[in-house]
């Protein structure tokens, strides 16, 4: 956990030092500048904006107050947290809020950040949702975003290790993951307990297991029947192939094709109506299923 938090910081350091710098300019306006942090599961996001609590909480004479996304169901709740003096709020995982929330209530606290010598909303989300960017949203052109981009290869190479050949044998365990922080800290920790490069995968495998069996079993039968179907098939299968390997007819799996692709199990790499091959979208879900 140390490392992670370690490498969170090195990696994330030019992030860091350009959302501050924002922040002690916007202090001094009228109005401040609200930010929002975003970036996949496992890239930083949440130790970023603890290190800016912390260094807005020793540094500044501003009331700073830190809030878990997860148990705010209300703007209420991020109303009562600011003082009569002016308030810098961070707020980990934003999208919480804005499932639960009207439009009304975010249009309420839109207003209260918006006010003279408001506060200061500082906030992560995995993605920019649509009520950040939808014309006439509560919050649409709130927020100034920073993105946390994906690891590159010289910093893989700071993570799992510095030789080519222990670099290597991560990269084809990294193939399954997404370029994070954390994915990298796992790989590398595989490796540690891997007796060869043939055990890896296993222990991959065997890392995620409990994660994506929980995920499977609430899959609908009929979405678990089609993802068996495609497991293994580097191709993708078009409509009448999956119909062959489930047995079941073109209207039986059809609706569950479109929903799977709204929820983003699986891809098709076709606009077309016909012929599009399917895949499934999380390529470590798919070697757990192989």
Not at 19 to 45: D, N
Not at 138 to 152: E, G, M, P, Q, V
Not at 203 to 219: H, M, N, W
Not at 237 to 263: C, D, F, V, W
Request: glycine share 6%.
């Amino acid at each position: 956990m140390a490392n992670s938090f370690n490498n969170a910081l090195i990696l994330n350091q030019a992030a860091f030092s350009a959302i501050l710098q924002q922040l002690e300019r916007g202090w001094k306006g009228e109005t401040g500048q609200s930010h929002l942090i975003v970036g996949e599961h496992g890239s930083g996001k949440t130790t970023l904006l603890m290190r800016l609590y912390h260094e807005m909480l020793s540094s500044s004479n501003l009331q700073v107050v830190w809030l878990d996304g997860r148990k705010v169901f209300s703007s209420e709740t991020i109303v009562k947290s600011i003082s009569s003096k002016r308030t810098v709020v961070f707020l980990d995982d934003i999208q919480y809020y804005l499932q639960r929330t009207s439009s009304e209530q975010q249009y309420y606290l839109r207003g209260i950040l918006s006010a003279k010598d408001g506060p200061i909303l500082i906030a992560t989300a995995p993605v920019v949702s649509s009520q950040l960017t939808s014309y006439g949203a509560a919050f649409y052109d709130a927020f100034r975003i920073t993105y946390l981009k994906s690891l590159s290869n010289e910093e893989l190479h700071s993570i799992i290790g510095e030789s080519e050949p222990r670099f290597n044998r991560g990269c084809r365990l990294m193939k399954f993951l997404p370029k994070t922080i954390r994915a990298a800290i796992m790989v590398r920790d595989i490796m540690k307990r891997s007796h060869s490069s043939a055990d890896d995968v296993r222990l991959l495998k065997e890392s995620v297991s409990s994660l994506y069996r929980t995920r499977f079993d609430a899959l609908p039968s009929q979405q678990q029947r089609i993802l068996i179907a495609l497991a293994g098939e580097t191709e993708g299968l078009k409509l009448s192939g999956i119909r062959e390997k489930t047995g079941q007819s073109a209207s039986a799996i059809s609706p569950y094709l479109t929903q799977m692709i709204e929820n983003g199990i699986i891809t098709r790499d076709s606009t077309s109506q016909r012929g599009g091959a399917y895949r499934i979208s999380d390529l470590l879900l798919e070697l757990w299923l192989q």
